[in-house]
């Protein structure tokens, strides 16, 4: 060979090498578990310790202790809200126990009594209130952080669908469009009656 064929053959030769051996190494390489699950015509689907993933995110942690400073919060303005109202009803019960107060006086003071404690209820019940909005409130935000991560990742990965498996319960945390068949199933039921 001439100098100039040579100097032109060895490059491409090396380059025709690598893309070989790049070749060779992808057809080698071992399908994943989406891969196989897609071969085989049927959906990919994975898990996740629930249980696990709610104690290990960070976010869950920040999550509850701001729901903590919110209970102690509420249950300190209870104790100030209530606390002028069994004031008074203490007042109420130490005068009635006493040889001054009248029939009159000791009916008043039996209604007013009976005032106080549905004022007491109707505050503790707006509290209880408020505990379960804020709990409703937090679990939501969860339930979309969750959801916005696990639709990512199973993009990302090829996955169809992503279960819970863990004490606090199993079900679906994610599932593609594609494996939705409520409307199939809604025409199915709605054509047998």
């Known amino acids: 060979m001439n100098s100039v064929s040579s100097k ?18 992808q057809t080698m390489k071992s399908p994943s578990v989406a891969d196989k699950a897609r ?3 049927g959906p990919v689907v994975a898990f996740v310790h629930g249980d696990s993933l709610q104690a290990g995110m960070e976010f869950v942690q920040t999550l509850q202790a701001n729901f903590q400073v919110q209970m102690e919060a509420r249950e300190a303005r209870l104790q100030e809200d209530a606390a002028p109202l069994q004031e008074e009803a203490q007042e109420l019960l130490a005068y009635a126990n006493t040889d001054a107060a009248t029939q009159d006086e000791l009916e008043i003071a039996q209604r007013r009594i009976m005032e106080i404690e549905e004022e007491l209820r109707a505050l503790q019940m ?6 379960f909005v804020a709990e409703q409130n937090m679990k939501s935000i969860l339930a979309e952080a969750l959801r916005r991560n696990l639709e990512a990742h199973a ?7 992503i279960l819970n498996w863990g004490l606090s319960g199993e079900g679906v945390l994610y599932g593609s469009e594609p494996w939705d068949i ?12």
């Open 126 to 131: 707006a509290a209880e209130q408020d505990v």
């Open 182 to 193: 409520t409307t199939d199933v809604l025409e199915r039921i709605n054509s047998d009656q």
């Open 155 to 161: 993009e990302e990965e090829g996955i169809d669908f």
């Open 39 to 41: 071969a085989e015509g």
């Open 8 to 25: 032109v053959f060895w490059p491409v030769v090396a380059v025709l090498g690598v893309w070989l051996a790049v070749l060779t190494a």
